[in-house]
Nanobody
C-alpha cells in the first residue's frame, strides 16, 4: 500500500523559512514524479512544484519560483520543499503527490494524479 506522509508545516512569520518533507513508502518510485500542491481556504488546489525521480527535471509554479526549492533523497524515498521568504499568501494546506505522469503536466492533470498525502498546514502571519 502506497503511503505519502508529509511533515514540517507550522506557523511562521512573513519572511521566514520552512522545510516540508514527504516520505513515500509502499512501492518503488524510481519512475515517478513527486511534488507538492497547496490549497488555501475557498480556493482550488494549485500546483507548487514537482521533481521527476529518474530524470531530475524540476517544475515550479510561477508564484514560488526563486523562493521555493524542491529536492529529493533517493535513499530515504523522501522529497522536500524548502520554502524561503514566505508570504501570507503562501498560507495553505500543502499536499504531497506522486504519479507516473511527469511533473511538467501536473498543472493540467492534477485530478489524474494517483497518490496523495494527507496534507500539512502552513500558516504565514504578516
Amino acid at each position: 500500500q502506497v503511503q505519502l506522509v508529509e511533515s514540517g508545516g507550522g506557523l511562521v512569520q512573513a519572511g521566514d523559512s520552512l522545510r516540508l518533507s514527504c516520505a513515500a513508502s509502499g512501492r518503488t518510485f524510481s519512475s515517478y514524479s513527486m511534488g507538492w500542491f497547496r490549497q488555501a481556504p475557498g480556493k482550488e488546489r494549485e500546483f507548487v512544484a514537482a521533481i521527476n525521480w529518474s530524470s531530475g527535471r524540476i517544475d515550479y509554479a510561477d508564484a514560488v519560483k526563486g523562493r521555493f526549492t524542491i529536492s529529493r533523497d533517493s535513499a530515504k524515498n523522501t522529497v522536500y520543499l524548502l520554502m524561503n521568504s514566505l508570504k501570507p499568501e503562501d498560507t495553505a494546506v500543502y499536499y504531497c503527490a506522486a504519479d507516473l505522469i511527469d511533473g511538467s503536466l501536473w498543472v493540467q492533470l492534477k485530478n489524474a494524479l494517483r497518490y496523495w498525502g494527507q496534507g500539512t498546514q502552513v500558516t504565514v502571519s504578516s
